[in-house]
Antibody
């Protein structure tokens, strides 16, 4: 059974960079029918797609986050990462790492438990 | 930017049918997927590709799509079906992905 586990600081100061890592177990991070992504949820609000990354390293991110998002993947470590720069209080959210299933319109078929990141001085 | 529109809330009596809609301009050409999120938990996929049900999801959950609107139906809603439901799809570029704003389902 696949497991996705997010890790990283729970508290980040404004203007600094939020960094999270997702460790993948129970599945190959390089398989051809899945790729990987990040979703966040501010407290009491809805879900927001952050970005997706393929095992090749190709990435796509939400245009609303402009150029603040950087994602990477390390297949040898079976992990992928998210960096979000210049954070403000509005970036406070539960951050989920996810697996997406390839298809005509890909979908998230598995989610990590999520990790709360608070932006505060 | 592309948007998917859902009603903020839906109420239903136990055993009755609940319908949650999701509208978006790209839906005639893109599939919709649906997620259930209970309080304090990660979302769970309940319908993918408009109308397919993952294993383990009760048969009372079904989906359909026509034109610019997709619908999630809970036939014979149970108290345990309470939660927030989100639709998810992509824009016509097939690159940028988006969630609907979410619908809070109350069963009482």
């Amino acid at each position: 059974q696949i497991q996705l586990l997010e890790s990283g600081p729970g508290l980040v100061k404004p203007s600094e960079t939020l960094s999270l890592v997702c460790n993948v177990s129970g599945d190959s991070i390089s398989n051809s029918i899945h790729f990987w992504g990040w979703v966040r949820q501010p407290p009491g609000k809805g879900l927001e797609w952050i970005g997706t990354i393929y095992h090749t390293g190709s990435t796509y991110h939400n245009p609303s986050l402009k150029s603040r998002v950087t994602m990477s993947i390390d297949t040898s470590k079976r992990q992928f990462s998210l960096n979000l720069s210049s954070v403000t209080a509005t970036d406070t959210a539960i951050y989920y790492c996810t697996r997406l299933r390839l298809g005509a319109t890909p979908w998230f078929d598995f989610w990590g438990q999520g990790t709360l990141v608070t932006v505060s001085s | 930017s592309y948007e998917l529109t859902q009603p903020p809330s839906v109420s239903v009596s136990p055993g009755q049918r609940a319908r949650i809609t999701c509208s978006g301009d790209a839906l005639p050409k893109k599939y919709v997927h649906w997620y259930q999120q209970k309080s304090g938990q990660a979302p769970v996929l309940v319908i993918y590709e408009d109308n397919k049900r993952p294993s383990g999801i009760p048969e009372r959950f079904s989906g359909s799509s026509s034109g610019t609107m997709a619908t999630l139906t809970i036939s014979g809603a149970q108290v345990e079906d309470e939660g927030d439901y989100y639709c998810f799809s992509t824009d016509n570029t097939a690159v940028h992905r988006v969630f609907g704003g979410g619908t809070k389902v109350t069963v009482l």
